[in-house]
């Protein structure tokens, strides 16, 4: 700091700050370098003019901008979800006015929201003053669990008012009373149950289709997914596997919704359920594929410990055991894993996301054998390991 109290860019911390290393290695000491020129206002006016380094430049401070900026980026697609103008848009464009009527806005305002969808790529500017639909636009339309998330999101950017708060666990969020089963082992209200079943059944479309791209069932017999909620994962793998059975097992407030969905997919002769607590209740036995889908990182070791080993112990050995979920990136952080889901996952009060390899050793400490890393096409949205149950658990 100079006389003023000022921060110098160049010097930010003055060499003052606590738990400064003292001693730095070759490649620190160029990463430094390059840090407190990047820092400094008067680099940063000459980079942006120089020919060579005008680009970079550019690249980095559109980079900084889109970060301040991302959530309105985000608010802008919550406004075209909740308004419906994909749908509006799928069957040909429409000027602002047409609009206007529809979304229940005044034209102005219309045409302010598709400027700004238009401006983040969901929709795009045709001839004669209409909005026509972008195919990333479209594309929200054929992923259901997208729009729930975008909805659920209301409650996520309420505990991210003040990042800092969360951090230092001064304040209450709300994830963490939304998501009331983990509270405990004891059943929920039947209500709260339905809002967070919803939301997981529409959103694990999409998991079950990048877990059952990776994992092959066939010459599989009888599937228990652990905490499958109404049934979505176990509806999707009876349709990719007709000789398939399944049973969900969950709370059972949770799972009287399932055998709706079963009746729905076509699959209820092949499917039922069992209503318990993975927590405080042994798992039923007599399957050769046990799943969790998106429930380690929901629980703290200790949790996920006794988890994977009532699992280990209701599987036959040989029998497979399937485990997706959203991971973080370990050594290298991922924005899905480490940014999205670390911050998603602190505000629930209740796990975190883990790496594959800190997985790997759970299940290893559980008495897995074999366990592999299949390769998903989308990461993001999940990613995949299998075992085999050894001899003995």
């Excluded at 003055?14 to 400064?20: N, V, Y």
């Excluded at 003019?49 to 980079?63: G, L, N, V, Y």
């Excluded at 929709?123 to 659920?152: D, F, I, N």
């Amino acid at each position: 700091m100079d006389g003023s109290g000022r921060i110098d860019p160049a010097n930010p911390y003055g060499g003052a700050f606590p738990g400064a290393p003292r001693r730095l290695g070759l490649g620190d000491r160029i990463r430094r370098w390059r840090n407190r020129r990047a820092a400094d206002p008067r680099f940063q006016a000459w980079a942006a003019r120089f020919p060579f380094t005008a680009p970079i430049a550019r690249r980095q401070a559109s980079a900084r901008y889109d970060l301040t900026a991302g959530f309105v980026y985000a608010q802008t697609r919550a406004a075209c979800v909740e308004l419906e103008v994909f749908a509006l848009l799928l069957e040909g464009p429409r000027t602002s006015a047409d609009l206007a009527g529809p979304l229940a806005l005044e034209p102005d305002r219309a045409e302010r929201l598709m400027a700004a969808a238009c401006a983040v790529g969901l929709v795009e500017r045709r001839p004669k003053g209409r909005w026509g639909l972008s195919t990333l636009g479209a594309a929200a339309l054929g992923a259901p669990g997208v729009a729930e998330m975008v909805r659920h999101h209301r409650l996520f950017y309420a505990d991210l008012a003040d990042p800092v708060a969360l951090l230092r666990g001064e304040t209450s969020p709300r994830l963490a009373r939304f998501w009331a089963y983990l509270e405990g082992g004891e059943d929920v209200d039947p209500a709260d149950a339905d809002a967070y079943s919803a939301l997981m059944g529409a959103s694990q479309t999409m998991v079950a289709q990048e877990t059952l791209a990776a994992v092959d069932l066939s010459g599989r017999k009888r599937l228990m997914d652990v905490g499958g909620g109404e049934g979505a994962f176990a509806c999707a793998a009876l349709q990719a596997t007709p000789a398939l059975e399944a049973t969900v097992f969950d709370l059972p407030s949770v799972v009287r919704r399932a055998p709706a969905r079963f009746s729905a997919a076509g699959v209820g002769a092949r499917a039922r359920t069992a209503g318990g607590s993975f927590l405080t209740d042994e798992l039923p036995d007599g399957h050769d594929v046990i799943s969790l889908v998106r429930v380690c990182y929901d629980h703290p070791d200790d949790t996920v410990r006794r988890l994977l080993a009532k699992c280990r112990a209701a599987l036959a050995p040989g029998g497979l055991f399937v485990l997706t979920e959203p991971m973080s990136g370990g050594d290298r952080p991922t924005r899905s894993g480490d940014a999205y889901f670390g911050f998603y996952m602190l505000a629930m009060e209740s796990g975190r996301a883990r790496s594959p390899e800190r997985l790997t050793t759970l299940m290893a400490e559980a008495g897995f054998a074999d366990i592999r890393r299949p390769r998903v096409a989308r990461p993001f949205i999940t990613q995949v390991l299998t075992a085999r149950a050894g001899e003995s658990p």
